[in-house]
């Protein structure tokens, strides 16, 4: 009798390891996948860019190459593979500099790639960033950018062909000083450009540029230097994490010349009540707020700056959610500090109030989405 009350108990454990195995080895596999394009934070991959990069899943082979059936069926020929632009090896070429030309040269888009090339297709970006020269670029896949408030994106271009640097990116930055400079990383190396032209002797690796910082970083927020706050930068990583870097304090300087102004659809009068009324609702709040924040990592390599402790996204930035997908910082010469501040999960954007670290989502009119904002999308 007490055989038979055990039975059934072994046999649901059985069955829920069954289970468990079953949709572990769904996400590891191709089957139904092959049509899929590129998507951040997958275990493994199936579009067709897979293979350059090492992130195949082990059954891409059987479920998406095409294989020669010459043999069992004359008549029926494999179609040929479109011509794909080598995305490796362009990016570290030393002593090679690659200027951003415009947006009027945009390259034809591949009919298998339309989705991939389609930035209001609904998928979140993999970096958003604003040059010195005023002009606000988004980056994804392979392809990058250039946006403009009065009429849609412009044609996609290759991020390898232009910028001269692999692709998919993690994320990118522009540093919010007189001197404006780019970075893109990449795994564990970085890149940075001067006036849209990649400076010599890059890559380098984050670790020694950084103070130390590692991980998968997914977008990065910079924040320039004012009155007694040095300039910054914010590192979102995997997992919910976000870390702050801390440049080394320079002499104050008047930047020459004029930040070029900006006026994207964000800075409407709909959105600039609610901005207002958002700046007004924190102000009455900040004395509530109490985050503690982690002291300086001591690092070997602080000739430029130093690291802090890494901290739950949530926790520092009260009002953010567990995944941060990219960040920007919008030159607005009606701030204080010169800047707006803005991160993005998915589809929802936030607006960020540096001084109090809190976050609100941002509102949008009836039926338009974060792609009919910010991308102006038609």
């Keep these: 009798m007490e055989w038979k009350m055990k039975l059934p108990i072994h046999l649901l454990l059985l069955l829920s390891v069954f289970l468990i195995q079953q949709v572990s080895s769904q996400e590891l596999s191709c089957k139904g996948r092959c049509s899929e394009s ?47 632009v080598d995305e490796a090896g362009s990016g570290l070429d030393e002593g090679a500099d690659f200027t951003v030309r415009g947006s009027d040269q945009g390259i034809g888009v591949n009919p298998m790639l339309s989705d991939e090339t389609n930035l209001c297709n609904g998928r979140s970006v993999d970096g958003l960033t604003t040059l010195a020269n005023g002009t606000l670029v988004a980056f994804r896949g392979h392809y990058f950018w250039m946006l403009n408030p009065l009429s849609p994106p412009s044609p996609p271009r290759r991020i390898t062909e232009v910028w001269g640097i692999p692709s998919p990116i993690d994320t990118v930055f522009t540093r919010c000083n007189c001197d404006g400079k780019t970075f893109f990383f990449k795994g564990s190396q970085y890149w940075r450009f001067t006036n ?9 690796q984050i670790v020694k540029g950084f103070g130390g910082l590692n991980g998968k970083i997914l977008a990065a927020l910079s924040i320039p230097k004012y009155k007694e706050r040095p300039e910054s930068v914010y590192f979102f990583k995997r997992g919910g994490r976000v870390q702050k870097y801390t440049y080394k ?6 930047c020459p010349g004029r930040r070029p102004a900006l006026n994207y659809p964000v800075y409407g009068e709909t959105t600039q009540v609610r901005r207002l009324r958002f700046e007004r609702a924190i102000g009455s709040q900040t004395h509530t707020i109490s985050i503690q924040y982690s002291r300086p990592v001591r690092v070997l390599y602080q000739d430029k700056g130093f690291l802090h402790n890494e901290a739950q996204t949530s926790t520092l930035w009260r009002g953010l959610p567990h995944l941060v997908t990219s960040a920007i910082s919008l030159p607005n010469i009606r701030k204080p500090d010169g800047y707006d501040y803005y991160a993005f999960s998915r589809d929802q954007a936030y607006n960020l109030n540096v001084p109090s670290r809190t976050a609100r989502a941002v509102t949008t009119p009836s039926g338009k989405t974060l792609s009919n904002v910010w991308y102006n999308c038609p």
Excluded at 56 to 65: L, R
Excluded at 249 to 254: F, K, V
């Design 38 to 84: 590129f998507e951040r934070g997958r275990e493994c991959d199936c579009d067709s860019q897979c293979k350059k990069y090492g992130k195949c899943c082990p059954d891409y082979d059987d479920f998406c190459e095409v294989k020669d059936n010459k043999k069992e069926n004359p008549k029926k020929k494999p179609a040929p593979e479109p011509p794909v």
């Design 196 to 204: 849209d032209v990649k400076d010599p002797g890059y890559p380098k």
């Design 249 to 254: 304090q320079e002499p104050n300087r008047q």
